[in-house]
């Protein structure tokens, strides 16, 4: 008599054992860093959110403009080493102008940067106008207003201040537009009419 399929006996079969790699048991389901198991995507990890860092806001008010000289021929400009230039020696030609210190009106703070930069006394002819910029410095992003005067020079030596300017200069008032190197003053310059003091 044949026993039946499954039934003990010589003719039951030994089940055959997987081999499974040495090493920790692996819990099923779990992935591997290196290779994910076949056919099984991997579970999406929720995004960490990162707050945002933004830079501080600086809010800086300044005053100057352009002097005009005693012949009513040249303007005044100064001159500032380019520090994105690798030789150190081109000069970047703008307005003069500087922060309102306390108490200061826009127009008495003109005058003084303009002496202390230039070495040159002026008084104000009349307003040219207000220019307003955004800039990156020391991390953090500046909003400044600039306040911007005809003045008619009335004394004083032509000489840079020392710590802040390189070179000061008048320059014919034909020229002052293409020498400036900031284009918000040359629009301002440029629409500014008759700069006759």
């Given at each position: 008599?044949?026993?039946?399929?499954?039934?003990?006996?010589?003719a039951?079969?030994?089940?055959?054992?997987?081999?499974?790699?040495?090493?920790?048991?692996?819990?099923?389901?779990?992935?591997?860093?290196?290779?994910?198991?076949?056919?099984?995507?991997?579970?999406?990890?929720?995004?960490?959110?990162?707050?945002?860092?933004?830079?501080?806001?600086?809010?800086?008010?300044?005053?100057?403009?352009?002097?005009?000289?005693?012949?009513?021929?040249?303007?005044?400009?100064?001159?500032?080493?380019?520090?994105?230039?690798?030789?150190?020696?081109?000069?970047?030609?703008?307005?003069?102008?500087?922060?309102?210190?306390?108490?200061?009106?826009?127009e008495?703070?003109?005058?003084?940067?303009?002496a202390?930069?230039?070495?040159?006394?002026?008084?104000?002819?009349r307003?040219?106008?207000?220019?307003?910029?955004?800039?990156?410095?020391g991390?953090?992003?500046?909003h400044?207003?600039?306040h911007?005067?005809?003045f008619?020079?009335?004394?004083?030596?032509?000489?840079?201040?020392?710590?802040?300017?390189?070179?000061?200069g008048?320059?014919?008032?034909?020229?002052?537009?293409?020498?400036?190197?900031?284009?918000?003053?040359?629009?301002?310059?440029a629409?500014?009419?008759?700069?006759?003091a």
């Amino acid at each position: 008599m044949t026993p039946a399929p499954g039934a003990g006996g010589e003719a039951k079969r030994k089940k055959r054992r997987r081999r499974r790699p040495a090493g920790p048991p692996t819990p099923p389901n779990s992935l591997s860093a290196d290779k994910p198991e076949p056919g099984v995507t991997p579970a999406k990890r929720a995004p960490v959110k990162k707050r945002p860092t933004y830079a501080k806001r600086v809010d800086e008010v300044s005053a100057g403009g352009l002097v005009i000289d005693g012949s009513g021929t040249k303007g005044l400009l100064i001159g500032r080493r380019d520090l994105k230039d690798a030789s150190r020696e081109r000069l970047l030609w703008s307005l003069p102008k500087g922060h309102i210190e306390a108490g200061e009106t826009p127009e008495e703070a003109a005058i003084r940067e303009v002496a202390e930069e230039t070495g040159i006394e002026s008084e104000i002819s009349r307003e040219l106008g207000i220019i307003d910029f955004w800039f990156m410095a020391g991390g953090k992003r500046i909003h400044k207003t600039v306040h911007h005067y005809l003045f008619r020079e009335i004394g004083g030596t032509l000489s840079p201040q020392v710590t802040e300017v390189d070179d000061v200069g008048w320059f014919p008032l034909d020229e002052i537009i293409s020498l400036l190197a900031y284009p918000d003053e040359k629009k301002l310059i440029a629409k500014s009419g008759d700069l006759k003091a």
